[in-house]
Structure formats: C-alpha cells, structure tokens
C-alpha cells in the first residue's frame, strides 16, 4: 500500500488541505469585520462551488483518457493563485470572487487524487485504501485550523492567507517533482492478476447507473450540511459563546483528528462489515453531532458532538462512500465518477451553504445545524433505498457498457 505514488499523494494532500482548514474558519469571519451579511458569509464558504459544479465532470472525463498529473497540479496552482488574492483584497466581493476562482482548484484536486487511489486500490481493499489516504486528508484539515487560530491570534488575520499559498507550493512541487505520470492500475484480487484501463463509457451509461445516482445523492447531502453548519460554526462559537479563535480552530481540528486518526480502522471495517450499513450509522452519528451546536450553548458538549459525530461518524460516512465509489469507477472510468462527487459535493456545498444564510437571516444560527443534520440523513435514507439492487458491473475491457 505504502508506494511512492500513494506517499507523494498523501503528503501532497496533506499540505493541501492543510492550506484549506486554515482558510475554513477565518473566510466568514473576515467577510464579516468587512461588512458581509448572512448570505454573503455563506458564500465566503461555498462560492467555489459554482465553478466548480460546471468544471468538475469536464475534468473526470479528460483526466480519464489523458492522465491525473496535469490537472492535479494545475488544480493546486490554481487554489495558491486564490490564497494570494485573499491577501491582496480588502472587499467583500474580492473574497467571494477569489473564492469563486477556488473552485476551479477544488475541481481538480480532490477527484485527481481519489481516481489515483481508486487505481492503486485491489479488489476487496478499497476501504482500506481510501481509509489511510483519508488519513492525510482528515489531519491536514485538523491541523490548518489549529494553524490559523495560531496566527489569528498572534498576527494579522492576513497573514493566514500568505500561510495557505505556502503550503500550496509545496504541495504543487511534490507532485510535480516525484509523482509517477501514471500508475498501474490495482489488482482485481488477491492473485495478482493485472487489469489494462478499461475505455470510458458514454456519460448516458454513466448517469444512468443506480449506484452512480445513489453516491451522487449521498455526497450532495453531506456536503449540504457540512455547508450549511460549517459556514456559521465559528460565526456562531466567536460571538454568541465567546470562545477565542484558538478555541474555534481546536474545536475544527479536534473533529478532524479524530475523523483521520479512525480512517484507517474504518477503512478495514468498511471492508468486512455492509458498506451500505455503515453509511446510515455514520449519517446518524454526524446528525447527532450537528444537533449538539443546535441545541446546547455548552462549548465543551458541542466540542464533544464534533468530535464523535462530525469527526469520528463523518469519517465511517465518507470511507465507506468512497469504497463503492472505487468500485463503480473500475468499469465507468475513475476519475470519471470522482469528478461526479466532485459536483455533487460543489452543489451541497453551495446548496447549504446559501440556505444557511437565509435561515439564519430568518430565523437565528443555531437552526442551520439542525437543518445539516436533517438532510444528512436524507442522502443516507437515498442511498439505500436506490441500492437495493445488487449492481451488476460493466464489462472490464473492450465489450460494450451498460
């Protein structure tokens, strides 16, 4: 598992989100002490959205038949480009339009490094897999806002930015400099026998696949309310419980740490138990944890609620997601089905992140977290009624799909 193609992704990765928990918590605050209302918070956070909705099946597609490599670099390019306009702005509408220009970055980063995974990735190990690169993920996501909170509280909240392009560099130098172009693709068991890339199938037998519709549903759903509470989490600890940055950032990292630290555990129970299942356990776990910020005004509970709920129940979630994404993507092309992830997430995101503004504006902040919690368990509810139906694959090599 630990190859050189799988350790440049994962360290790459790591720097890369890192970058991107520093920036989480401190967008809407800044948007904020400039002026931005409830509606134009929620698009500090989920304005990369739009470009990335419209990009992202686009890139699957091309990186199917040309390669990851160009576009995982340009998309880490690209969100360095953002990190420095950040810096430079001083409106509000600098930074919803930097963050805009983010989403051309999310398009290609996220779903270039699955499709990579998915390739490294036998047969019957897929949790496993995407559980230990999880790892990277989930730690450079705690770690950025612990980062940020750092320089927020002894520094400009600027500088924060400049921290983020850093770490984005580096990240574009790695995979740049040590990251094979291609890699061969994973084991179909554990006899070693080798597959060629199958060919892309037309997007019409794409869409129409049922579990391809049900991972579709599942991501747009968590991405909503992640959307939806994580554009006011730190709005919402700063002004109406008093915490300092410090405490936001260790509250957002703390939730992280324990979502990587379980990936793999997760990833290898993902493996063994019915990943189906475990989609509904993880959804009930991160309602749970949403509903802890709507319902209690205790920092130490809702620090409590994202740790087991958001952290450890989104990591079961999303682990077990990506390994019958992994599945799907061997015959319907890889990069292909995370690219459709890639835009499901962008309109959750997007979708949350909008109606929690306007939900706060018409209500109060706390409602958006019971709001994420609900529809969370909605995309659960979606996946498993539309995968009723055991999947019967595509053929693997040459022969007609569908």
């Given amino acids: 598992m630990l190859s050189r193609p799988f350790l440049v992704l994962g360290f ?10 520093m920036v989480t918590p401190v967008l809407p605050v800044y948007a904020k002490s400039l002026g931005a209302t409830g509606t134009a918070i929620g698009l500090t956070f989920s304005a990369f959205a739009l470009t990335q909705v419209f990009i992202s ?14 576009f995982l670099v340009g998309g880490l390019l690209t969100y360095m480009a953002a990190a420095v306009g950040w810096y430079l702005t001083d409106s509000v509408v600098g930074i919803i339009a930097f963050r805009a220009l983010s989403g051309v970055g999310s398009a290609f980063i996220f ?41 927020r509280d002894h520094a400009a909240i600027e500088d924060v930015f400049l921290s983020m392009a850093a770490l984005f560099t580096v990240a574009s130098l790695l995979v740049a400099m040590l990251l094979p172009k291609t890699v061969e693709i994973a084991a179909t068991g554990l006899d070693g026998l080798r597959l060629t890339r199958p060919p892309v199938p037309p997007w019409g037998v794409v869409l129409r696949d049922r579990t391809v519709q049900a991972l579709f549903g599942l991501r747009a759903s968590f991405a909503f309310s992640m959307g939806a509470s994580f554009s006011f989490i730190a709005v919402y600890l700063e002004e109406s419980l008093a915490v300092t ?18 990936q793999p555990v997760l990833g290898h129970v993902a493996d063994r138990l019915p990943r189906r299942t475990l989609v509904v356990v993880g959804a009930v776990m991160v309602a749970a944890g949403y509903s802890t910020a709507a ?86 509810l979606f996946f498993v009624l539309h995968t009723r139906t055991p999947r019967v694959a595509a053929p693997l090599e040459g022969e007609p799909a569908g």
């Fill in 12 to 21: 790459a990765m790591f720097c890369a989100t890192m970058g991107l928990g």
């Fill in 57 to 70: 099946p686009f890139s699957g597609r091309l990186a199917d038949r040309f390669g990851r490599k160009p």
């Fill in 111 to 151: 779903s270039m490094a699955l499709a990579y995974v998915g390739d490294l990735a036998p047969n019957g190990r897929e949790g496993r897999y995407m559980g230990v690169f999880g790892l990277f993920d989930f730690i450079g996501f705690g770690v950025g806002p612990v980062l940020a909170g750092i320089v």
């Fill in 245 to 262: 940055a410090t405490m936001v950032g260790a509250l957002l990292a703390a939730q992280q740490f324990a979502g990587g630290l379980s």
């Fill in 295 to 380: 319902f209690s005004t205790t920092y130490v509970i809702i620090l409590a609620g994202f740790i087991l709920g958001v952290g450890v129940g989104g990591a079961l979630f999303n682990v077990a997601g990506q390994a019958v994404q992994v599945e799907v993507g061997r015959t319907l092309g890889m990069a292909t089905v995370a690219s459709l992830q890639s835009m499901a997430y962008a309109i959750g995101i997007l979708a949350g992140s909008l109606g929690g503004g306007r939900i706060v504006e018409a209500t109060n902040v706390r409602a958006v977290f019971a709001l994420g919690g609900c529809f969370i368990l909605a995309g659960a």
